[in-house]
C-alpha cells in the first residue's frame, strides 16, 4: 500500500526547506488549472503567461504561509489575482473585477449543474472561451475559480473579499448564461 500524497502545505514546507522536487509536484499539481483561470479572467493569452509566471515567481520569492482558513490553493489563486489586478492598474485598465452589475433574479438555482458538467459538454473550447468572455467579469472570476482552481464557494467568498451569498448568485447567473449562449451557439 502506497503512502497518501502529501499536501500541498506539506510540500510548501519541504520546498521552503530546501526540496526542490517538492516544488515541481506542487507546479505541477496546480499549473494547468491556474493557467486556465489566467487566460479565462484575462482573455488574453499574453496576459495570462506573464501574469502566470508572476505568480510562480511570487510563491517562489515569499516567505509567508497560506493564512488563517486558506489553503494552497486558494492562497495561491489570490496571488495569482492579485498580479492580474496589479497589471491592470500598472497599466491604467479599470479592472473590470471591480465593476458593479446589477444582478437580477431570475431561474432558480439549478444545483444539479455545476462547472465540471458545463466544461465536459463544451466539445469546442473556443465557444466556451467566447461564452466564458460575454460573462460579466465577477461572474467569469467565480465561475473560472470554481472550475480550474477547484475552489469551494466559502473559499471564493474569502479569496475575493464577497459575501457567500453574492458567490452563489454569481456562480448561478454565470451557469445560466452559459448554458443559454451554448444553446444559443448550437441553434445558429
Known sequence: MSAPEPSDEALLARYRGGEGPAFEILYARHRQGLYRFLLGLSGKTELAEEVYQETWLSLIRS???????????????????????????????HHPLHDSYDEQAHALFDEATDPELLLSLSRDSQRLETAL????????????????????????????????????SRLRYAQQKLRRLLAEEVLT
Open 133 to 168: 468572455q460575454n460573462l460579466p467579469a465577477e461572474q467569469r472570476e467565480v465561475f473560472l475559480l470554481r472550475t480550474h482552481g477547484d475552489l469551494d464557494l466559502p473559499q471564493i467568498a474569502t479569496l475575493t473579499a464577497t459575501p457567500l451569498e453574492t458567490v452563489k
Open 63 to 93: 516567505i509567508s504561509q497560506p493564512q488563517g482558513r486558506a489553503n494552497f490553493r486558494t492562497w495561491l489563486y489570490q496571488i495569482a489575482r492579485n498580479r492580474l489586478i496589479d497589471h491592470w492598474r500598472k497599466h491604467g485598465i
